[in-house]
């Protein structure tokens, strides 16, 4: 008999029943509940309960105990119903037709990733596996803020006081110290002229192309470096300097189908004129330069006609709710692409204790310095948990580590729940982290090589109360899967596994494994749990140790 949950969810719905997963403290792994078949069939809820139990039993009662309980039917599992999940593997999942490009992380060009573009790019890699994980085609594209006002106000304070010596001995933490030294001398006069040198940029002044180039380069060595280390690879790398000539096409269209109007020189969508409760969005300046929506548009069209994506999801923060809705109604107006094949999957913003991080003041935590920090952190914890092991061992242990940590403490948290970004609590090693996440696996996997024995699920002919409740945990996996892919919420997987990891440090510290009557038996349970976390740990891109 199958023993996935999904497989029996979908047998039972077939046939009438309402499938309900049961509470913890509860050892029936599910219900069934009768009130909707009841209605159907015009038969009373208890009639209709007695006979469904005594028909069930013939088919089911092999492998579960049903009992009435509080007007549903739950079933317990028997030892071969327990017997059978220990030896069922995983499925994968059939392969879907549809292709799906996620845009995620999209740092800005000539400053450094902070803390806040780490959750768009966790997020964002964790949801294109889970889509992969469903059996979907994905396409990774990153779309860089490489174009726009910001670079005017920086190529006009690097021709002031700029030195390209010091560019190429400091690199990205030269121009960000730029940037931020104009925007604290910042005046409407300053202002005027970063735009013109932004405008200068746009219709192709070599100077200032050469500037913006070398600007690009310096900051992709450290944007690379973070990507190497986080273990994610993009399939498509855009900046919006790539549509600086299309989003020009895309204003001509606008107004040519009436959708944008001239204004003052400058062109607008007036939605209320469209019949649409949006406000007013610009799509180009007075002075005919491009504005970041004209080019997000002129993005989009080519997302579907030359990357044959069939859907786009934008993992992108919550600020920019207004945004989407405004570009991906002007996208349906135009013809370029429907609004149920777009979807923004947001986020709310990290903080500092101190408030909202923002590169304009310089009130920010660094990724970089962010990783560097609690690498060493782990270093000297491990070090000291375990002084035997080589430095080069400390090194490997530390880096997995520090990555599972940054990515968990991102998932672990409801995408729509802001984020206090406090660096002494991300740095414990102990409670809700993955540190302990970490732990739990090495101790399984301590367990099985220091048996002499190989795990046989036969030979399991009675469970403890703490393996029942540890089998009831990993047989809801496909339920978090599911959960989390439908709501675009990793989170109810980062905390099922936070609860699954604590319900076998129980079974470990109650039940002894090694040298026990069913150690083959026993070993099963614990390979299960090791699997299981393998998976988990796939998909929300947490690394495996063998030892801590």
């Known amino acids: 008999m199958k023993t996935n949950l999904l497989f029996l969810k979908k047998t039972f719905e077939e046939k009438g029943y309402s499938f309900n997963l049961t509470p913890e403290h509860i050892s029936a792994f599910f219900s069934l509940g009768l009130f909707e078949k009841a209605k159907k069939e015009r038969k009373t809820l208890k009639e209709l309960l007695q006979n469904e139990k005594k028909t069930l039993e013939e088919s089911f009662g092999k492998y579960f105990e049903i009992k009435e309980e509080n007007n549903f039917l739950n079933f317990y599992p028997k030892e071969s119903f327990l017997r059978n999940f220990l030896k069922e593997k995983f499925e994968k999942k059939l392969e879907k037709k549809e292709r799906y490009l996620i845009e995620y992380s999209a740092p800005n060009i000539a400053k450094h990733m902070h803390v806040g573009h780490l959750r768009s790019t966790i997020l ?225 913003l990290i903080f500092l204790p101190e408030g909202k991080m923002t590169t304009r003041t310089g009130i920010v935590v660094f990724a970089r310095d962010l990783i560097n920090n609690l690498n060493k952190k782990a270093r000297e914890t491990i070090r000291e948990k375990n002084p035997n092991l080589s430095d080069k061992e400390i090194d490997e242990i530390a880096g997995k580590i520090t990555k599972s940590t940054i990515c968990f403490e991102i998932l672990k948290y409801s995408r729509n729940r802001k984020i206090i970004f406090n660096m002494k609590e991300a740095l414990d090693f102990k409670g809700d982290t993955a540190a302990y996440l970490l732990y739990s696996y090495v101790r399984a996997k301590k367990i099985i090589s220091k048996s002499k024995k190989n795990a046989d699920p036969e030979k399991k002919t009675k469970f403890s109360k703490e393996e029942i409740k540890l089998l009831k945990e990993m047989f809801l996996l496909d339920n978090f899967l599911t959960l989390s892919f439908e709501r675009r919420e990793p989170s109810f997987l980062a905390n099922y596994c936070l609860s699954l990891s604590r319900k076998f440090n129980d079974f470990y510290e109650k039940k002894r494994v090694l040298g026990s009557d069913e150690e083959e038996g026993e070993l099963a349970v614990v390979e299960k749990f090791v699997k299981t976390l393998e998976k988990i740990f796939l998909v929300l891109n947490l690394e495996k140790l063998d030892k801590m």
């Not at 900046?239 to 096409?249: H, L, P, V």
């Not at 859907?311 to 609004?339: C, M, N, P, T, W």
């Open 124 to 348: 964002g890699e964790v949801l294109a596996r889970f889509f992969e994980q469903e059996g979907y085609k994905v396409v990774r594209m990153n779309y860089f803020g490489d174009w726009g006002t910001q670079f005017g106000k920086l190529i006009y304070e690097y021709k002031k006081t700029g030195n390209e010596k010091k560019l190429k001995e400091k690199g990205i933490d030269y121009l960000f110290s730029l940037y931020v030294d104009f925007n604290k001398k910042e005046t409407p006069e300053l202002l005027a002229k970063a735009r013109k040198e932004f405008e200068k940029l746009e219709k192709g002044d070599k100077e200032n192309l050469r500037l913006w180039k070398l600007f690009y380069d310096v900051s992709i060595k450290e944007f690379e470096n973070i990507y190497s280390f986080l273990d994610i690879k993009y399939d498509v790398i855009r900046g919006e300097s790539d549509y600086r000539e299309s989003a020009r096409k895309v204003v001509e269209d606008a107004l040519e189908k009436k959708i944008a109007w001239k204004d003052n020189g400058a062109v607008v969508v007036r939605f209320e004129d469209l019949g649409t409760k949006l406000s007013t969005l610009l799509l180009q300046k007075t002075d005919e330069t491009t504005i970041y929506a004209s080019r997000d548009i002129a993005s989009l069209k080519e997302r579907f006609e030359s990357l044959k994506a069939d859907k786009l999801i934008y993992v992108v923060s919550s600020q920019q709710d207004l945004h989407f809705k405004q570009i991906f109604e002007i996208a349906e107006l135009l013809g370029y692409g429907k609004k149920e094949n777009l979807e923004h999957v947001n986020y709310e």
